[in-house]
């Protein structure tokens, strides 16, 4: 069978790495006022390097940067959005397995004017990762427009807003366009465009 050299491929990760302990420490060296941004970043180049190198070394083809640079996978991309603010209130969400429900608070969002892209998210951070990939493709996450909708529906959103919006489908807009900011600014290609599955 031939190797494949775009997506998708035969096998895929899905999902955060766990980061390793120094990029831990580093963190919350940082959040404490420890170390300055760009010894964190320092770390955070480390970290990476070393997450692309494993992954190759396994023969991984989709090969991503672990999603290092942020606190979360999602909400770090969400917070960028134009339009979208923390809230101080959390999401409660739950979980059942067979050893019975786990239950944690998630970080919650307000929408509180149009969404927008008025700058490229994660760009920088892809752009890093696709100069360390040496043999297979550089992939990026970008959550989908219900991770905005579901972190609190209706009661998130500002209703003077809800006249400018197009619902869920404002952002998917938003999305789509930040993608072709992406593709316009050289960060990726079209073919490296795919639904995680």
Avoid: C
Wanted: hydrophobic content about 40%; charged content about 25%.
């Amino acid at each position: 069978m031939a190797v494949r050299t775009t997506p998708p491929f035969r096998a895929d990760h899905v999902g955060s790495l766990l980061r390793p302990p120094s990029l831990l420490q580093a963190r919350q060296d940082a959040a404490a006022g420890g170390i300055a941004l760009d010894e964190l970043r320092a770390v955070e180049d480390e970290a990476i390097a070393d997450a692309v190198r494993m992954q190759e070394g396994v023969g991984l083809r989709g090969v991503t940067d672990g999603e290092f640079r942020r606190s979360s996978w999602h909400m770090d991309f969400i917070y960028a959005l134009d339009g979208i603010s923390t809230a101080d209130d959390k999401v409660k969400v739950s979980f059942h397995n067979e050893e019975g429900d786990i239950e944690f608070m998630a970080a919650a969002l307000h929408v509180d004017g149009k969404v927008g892209v008025s700058q490229t998210i994660f760009g920088d951070a892809f752009s890093f990762l696709a100069g360390r990939v040496e043999t297979g493709v550089p992939k990026l996450t970008i959550p989908s427009p219900s991770m905005v909708h579901y972190r609190g529906g209706r009661a998130a959103i500002d209703v003077r807003q809800i006249y400018r919006m197009k619902g869920s489908g404002d952002f998917a807009y938003q999305r789509d366009l930040h993608i072709e900011v992406l593709i316009r600014g050289g960060k990726i290609s079209r073919y490296e465009i795919r639904p995680t599955p």
